[in-house]
């Protein structure tokens, strides 16, 4: 194992291809649906003039639980085992209970990387905000519900949704990474092999926000900085090379068997 804390920082920013929304829950008698919105500090006007406005943005909760769930949906193609965070329909309380223990311990590679109940989060995301700021960033869009059988409207289903136009401002936010020692897996002084998968994660994230079916949401996530301990600036491929190999998964278990305890 290795005897060391992990520190990693990933800058990343979404840039939009489609109108979004990410709903703020509250509605109002003309908006069904309302963006959500937050103040932050913004470029506008001048160059170098910040100014506080309310801004249309993406929570670091969501960004957080969409990164795990695509985490668990890669981890499982290569045939990892995944075991749901939450107890449910088809979960047996007693895997969740079997896995309840340090995370040195943990066979379970996400949970490793995002951090369990028994020992607290490990992984952070932040508010994903805009850098700069327009007044005319956002709209209203009316919608309708169709009927599968008929084809036709469904009567009594118009609605309306503010939605965040597909030219918005990039949206810039962070992956912030504090492991302890013993509870990610290297082969050798690499990239560790959790880190590895959280970044090709990050950058298969097409679509964020609600109503993705009508094609809402879609997006684009560029990398822009990879910080990992000492390295400032970690190149991509790099940080990829861990995946490198198609059973990377047994590699990392193999990796993590024969270490050090």
């Given at each position: 194992?290795n005897?060391?804390w992990?520190?990693?920082?990933?800058?990343?920013?979404?840039?939009?291809?489609?109108p979004w929304h990410v709903g703020?829950?509250?509605?109002t008698?003309g908006?069904?649906r309302?963006?959500r919105?937050?103040?932050?500090?913004?470029?506008?006007?001048?160059p170098?003039?910040r100014?506080l406005?309310?801004?249309?943005?993406v929570p670091?909760?969501?960004l957080?639980?969409?990164l795990?769930h695509q985490c668990?949906r890669?981890y499982?193609a290569w045939?990892?085992?995944?075991v749901?965070v939450?107890?449910g329909?088809?979960?047996p309380p007693?895997e969740?209970?079997?896995?309840f223990?340090?995370?040195?311990?943990?066979?379970?590679l996400v949970d490793?990387?995002?951090?369990s109940?028994?020992?607290?989060?490990?992984?952070?995301?932040?508010?994903?905000?805009?850098e700069s700021w327009?007044e005319?960033s956002w709209?209203?869009m009316?919608?309708?519900a169709?009927d599968?059988r008929?084809?036709t409207?469904r009567?009594?289903?118009?609605f309306f949704t503010q939605?965040?136009?597909?030219?918005?401002?990039?949206?810039?936010?962070?992956?912030l990474g504090?492991?302890p020692p013993?509870?990610l897996?290297?082969d050798?002084?690499?990239f560790p092999?959790?880190y590895?998968?959280?970044?090709?994660?990050l950058?298969?994230?097409?679509?964020?926000?609600?109503d993705k079916?009508a094609g809402?949401?879609?997006?684009q996530?560029?990398?822009?900085n990879?910080r990992w301990n000492?390295?400032l600036?970690?190149?991509l491929?790099?940080?990829?090379?861990?995946?490198?190999d198609?059973?990377w998964?047994?590699?990392?278990?193999?990796?993590?068997e024969?270490?050090?305890?």
């Amino acid at each position: 194992m290795n005897s060391r804390w992990h520190h990693l920082e990933v800058s990343f920013c979404v840039r939009w291809e489609s109108p979004w929304h990410v709903g703020s829950g509250m509605g109002t008698v003309g908006v069904d649906r309302l963006l959500r919105f937050r103040v932050a500090s913004v470029r506008e006007g001048q160059p170098g003039r910040r100014v506080l406005r309310r801004v249309p943005y993406v929570p670091g909760s969501q960004l957080k639980g969409v990164l795990r769930h695509q985490c668990e949906r890669l981890y499982a193609a290569w045939a990892g085992k995944v075991v749901p965070v939450h107890a449910g329909i088809g979960t047996p309380p007693k895997e969740l209970l079997h896995h309840f223990g340090p995370l040195v311990k943990s066979p379970l590679l996400v949970d490793r990387l995002f951090g369990s109940r028994f020992q607290g989060e490990c992984l952070f995301v932040e508010d994903a905000l805009p850098e700069s700021w327009e007044e005319q960033s956002w709209l209203i869009m009316g919608r309708t519900a169709v009927d599968r059988r008929t084809g036709t409207v469904r009567e009594g289903t118009l609605f309306f949704t503010q939605v965040g136009v597909s030219s918005f401002p990039a949206l810039w936010s962070r992956v912030l990474g504090r492991h302890p020692p013993g509870v990610l897996t290297q082969d050798g002084d690499s990239f560790p092999f959790e880190y590895a998968l959280l970044v090709a994660a990050l950058m298969t994230i097409d679509a964020l926000g609600a109503d993705k079916s009508a094609g809402f949401g879609r997006c684009q996530i560029r990398i822009e900085n990879i910080r990992w301990n000492e390295h400032l600036s970690l190149p991509l491929e790099e940080a990829l090379r861990p995946l490198e190999d198609p059973e990377w998964p047994e590699l990392a278990a193999l990796v993590r068997e024969n270490s050090p305890s």
